[in-house]
Each structure stands twice: as structure tokens, then as C-alpha cells.
């Protein structure tokens, strides 16, 4: 991986190595010759921020710039639109801002770093960013989580979240269910339910801790059914040793059910780390 690539984790200044994003002299910018940055994973804004915001800027102007890129005669938004967006609520004429080269990849990943920490942006907002620069341009979950300065498993967690089913990630996105939340749903195979349970969880207030017990008596219910059904079987021998060479692999239960060339592979786990662990093995991110 490049230089470049591994610093974009790291702010402006590692993005841009050759002068840095802090050098330079801002330039006086129009507002209206600004574009949004079409990367930016936001999609909600507190009004109330922007207009303590824009109070600031009436009276102490704005200290640190924006940061732009040229489009022809236009500018397009690299970092700074919560800024730009106050400036315009302030009804400033123009914005100071740093000029700044950035390709797609620049743009897509310096809107998530500005953003990805902060409290106010939601878990599927992120989520939805993150797989968004890893479909776009063909990265890896470590290279994303470079990027970005996140660890991977950060990103695998979040990224799973858009496996949820509308309904529940509805429920996320209004915050009647947390990340945690998410994250404990994803232990049930059956989304309708994921439904069920995110649902109850949200009218009742059931903290995370309790959702996973529920989930995990959900899951070990399905298994002692699955078990009973398996038990009458015969094992064939073939079977019986992939069984124990997948359970060689994975470290846990594995069961393999078939019948005339079709079947399924049952794989146990007793937590989320544990799953998030037998999913990395799965997609060759063990080492």
C-alpha cells in the first residue's frame, strides 16, 4: 500500500504529503460558487447547531477555512460544510478557503474522516459511507479502515448493519435502537424475527445486554430443533470428516445437513466477537 494511500487516516495535512493541507495562504471564495461535496455521508443537520454556529461566525468571523478543490470555473467542497453551511445561515458573501488538488478517492474519504467521529452522525450514515468508498473504488475492509482511521473490525461492525431489515434499521437510524442493538439482531438467521425482536426491543426499552440474551435463546432454540432432527440421521462417513476438518478450521461446532446433493453448513458461536472472528476466517481476513 502507498504512502498516500496510508496516511489518508490521518487529516489533511498526511492526505496532501508534498505541501501540506495546513500551508498555503486561504483565498476569499464565493459561497455561491461552492458545490457540495457529493461524498458527504451527513444527511441530517441540527438547525439549532448551525445557527450557534452562524452567531459565531456574525461575530468572530471564520477561523479555519474550508477546504475546495477546482471544477472549471466552480469550486466542489472537499472538508468544511457544516462552515459553509453556517456562513450561508449567516448570510457571509465568502467563505476563506484552501485550494487543494483531491481525485475521487481524496474527496470520497476526507468528507468520512471530517465526519466519522462525530457523535451526531448516525451509525447507518457511516455505515452506508463506508461501503460506499469500498464498492466504489474496490478497496479491502483494512484498506477502508485506513482510510478512514478506524480499526477493521469497526468497519466490519458497521458495515453489517446494512444487512439488518428496513424495518430495524429505520429503527437505528431514529435512534430507538443503538448500534448494539443492530449488532445483536444480527445473531437470528430468520429476519422476520430481527423484526420481531428490534420491534419490542424499541417499544420496551430492552437494554443490549437483554436483546442478545433474547437472541441467544432464539438461536439455541433453532439449534436444539436443528439437533434433534440431525440426531436421526445417519452421518455419513465423508460428511463426518468435513464436519471435523470445517471444525478444525473455524475452532467451533460445525454441522453439515444434507440429503440428495443439497443441504446447508450449521456454524455454532456463543458471541458476537466470536462470530466477527468466524467471519473474518470465512473471508480470508485471519492473518
Known amino acids: ?140 475492509q483494512e484498506e477502508v479502515a485506513e482510510i478512514v482511521g478506524m480499526s477493521r473490525p469497526a468497519v466490519s461492525n458497521l458495515q453489517r448493519l446494512l444487512e439488518l431489515p428496513p424495518e430495524v434499521r429505520r429503527l437505528v437510524a431514529e435512534g430507538k435502537l443503538t448500534m448494539g442493538h443492530g449488532r445483536a439482531l444480527l445473531g437470528l438467521t430468520d429476519q422476520k424475527a430481527m423484526v420481531r425482536l428490534g420491534l419490542m426491543a424499541a417499544r420496551r426499552g430492552i437494554s443490549v445486554h437483554d436483546l442478545e440474551e433474547r437472541v441467544r435463546k432464539a438461536g439455541s432454540g433453532e439449534t436444539r430443533t436443528g439437533g434433534r432432527k440431525a440426531s436421526r440421521r445417519r452421518v455419513d462417513p465423508a460428511v463426518r470428516k468435513l464436519e471435523e476438518s470445517l471444525q478444525r478450521s473455524l475452532k467451533t461446532r460445525v454441522r453439515v445437513l444434507g440429503r440428495g446433493g443439497s443441504g446447508k453448513i450449521e456454524i455454532s458461536y456463543s458471541s458476537l466477537d466470536e462470530l466477527d472472528r468466524i467471519l473474518d476466517i470465512i473471508a480470508g481476513r485471519s492473518d
Open 1 to 140: 500500500m502507498s504512502r498516500r494511500k496510508k496516511a489518508l487516516g490521518r487529516g489533511l495535512e498526511a492526505l496532501f504529503p508534498e505541501d501540506g493541507a495546513g500551508r498555503g495562504k486561504p483565498v476569499e471564495v464565493d459561497v455561491d460558487l461552492i458545490d457540495p461535496n457529493p461524498y458527504q455521508p451527513r444527511r441530517s443537520w441540527s438547525e439549532e447547531e448551525l445557527g450557534a454556529l452562524a452567531a459565531s461566525l456574525e461575530r468572530e468571523g471564520m477561523l479555519q477555512p474550508v477546504v475546495v478543490r477546482r471544477r472549471g470555473e466552480r469550486y466542489q467542497l472537499i472538508a468544511g460544510e457544516r462552515r459553509l453551511r453556517a456562513a450561508r445561515k449567516a448570510e457571509m458573501k465568502s467563505v476563506p478557503a484552501i485550494v487543494r488538488e483531491a481525485d475521487e478517492r481524496q474527496l470520497l474519504a476526507l468528507a468520512l474522516v471530517e465526519n466519522m467521529h462525530r457523535r451526531d452522525l448516525g451509525p447507518l450514515e457511516k455505515a452506508s459511507a463506508l461501503r460506499r468508498l469500498s464498492t466504489e473504488f474496490g478497496l479491502k
